[in-house]
């Protein structure tokens, strides 16, 4: 399987999350909280449109897999997508309006720091265990 595509997703994804987490560290998330609400939503759709072509053609393929390390890994990751996923999710509905950051600025930066923790170390995972076995 050709792995280009979700590692550029990756990327993207990451892009923006390091963008919201530059305001934090820079204490500009008011300021900026147009922009940033408009980069969780658009890391929202990034990643769902990632999560389903994960689902269409890497997870299917790694557990239809006759390669047990290939098989034992895809259902693994698979099921700790699904936690990433509730977690993000949560994440978003707390965040993905201007007024619902604005009213904890201080909440919003520690969520926002834990939930883009847990997707960076995905991202490294996938790339570095996942896909070198692709």
């Known amino acids: 399987m050709d792995v280009k595509n979700l590692k550029r997703q990756h990327s993207e994804i990451m892009h923006l999350a390091t963008y919201i987490l530059n305001n934090i560290e820079k204490s500009t998330v008011e300021q900026n909280v147009h922009e940033i609400v408009k980069s969780i939503n658009t890391i929202t759709g990034k990643l769902k449109i990632h999560l389903l072509n994960e689902d269409k053609y890497l997870y299917p ?74």
């Open 61 to 134: 393929q790694l557990l239809k897999s006759s390669n047990i390390e290939l098989n034992t890994f895809g259902k693994k990751y698979y099921e700790e997508m699904k936690k990433v996923t509730e977690v993000y999710e949560n994440y978003k509905l707390k965040y993905n309006t201007v007024s619902k950051i604005e009213q904890n600025v201080s909440n919003f930066n520690k969520d926002t720091k834990q939930v883009f923790k847990l997707l960076s170390n995905r991202v490294d995972k996938e790339e570095k265990e996942l896909y070198s076995l692709l």
